[in-house]
């Protein structure tokens, strides 16, 4: 009988949003910005409060979004070099496209407009508000309707810009590149 009322309901992994390294990543080899999480197994029993059977701290990059498990023997080291998010995005930009002596892959850093500006949205702008800047500027400056000499550049920078921020892999490399840091949708606040 005792057994019966101690039987456990349900388990499930809880992910608390620990702090940001800067380290080069294992899977996709370039070196930016990873999210550190406290990941916790907790059981819920039918008499007993929920009680957490295992906790390990957990590394998930920008870039890939692949997830690594930290050795028990480094966690505290992981832990001493956490940073801010603003922290994070000022160490990438200080280290100016170089990390620890490695250079960080499809690294950007323009002298000129981001593609976010050349298509006049917003970072945070969603696939279909890109899509419809797109076609609203490409109207205006496409060679065909605009007669100016800089038409044909200015039309290859708003189809290149529309390339890199329509697929999501190439979008999250390039907001990486030019350090915009996202938390993934499950550590966004609710919004009200």
Known sequence: MVLQLLYGIGARDFLEPAGYLV???QKCGTTGVFTGYRAKRKV???????ATV???????????QQRFAVP?????????????EQDAVARVRQ?????????????????GPTYYQILQ??????PEVIDAAF???ALKHHPDRSPGPESAA????????KEALSEPERRRAYDASIGIVRRPPAMRPDEV
């Open 23 to 25: 380290l080069p990543c």
């Open 154 to 161: 200015r039309m290859r920078e708003l189809l290149t810009a």
């Open 54 to 64: 295992r906790e390990q701290f957990v590394v998930e990059c920008h870039n890939c």
């Open 44 to 50: 819920t029993f039918y008499t007993v409060p929920t």
């Open 135 to 137: 076609r609203r500027l």
């Open 121 to 126: 949205v917003d970072p945070a702008a969603d």
């Open 95 to 111: 280290l100016g496209g170089r990390a620890g002596g490695l250079a960080i892959a499809g690294t950007r850093h323009p002298a």
């Open 72 to 84: 028990d023997a480094l966690r505290d080291e992981f832990a001493a070099n956490l940073l801010s």
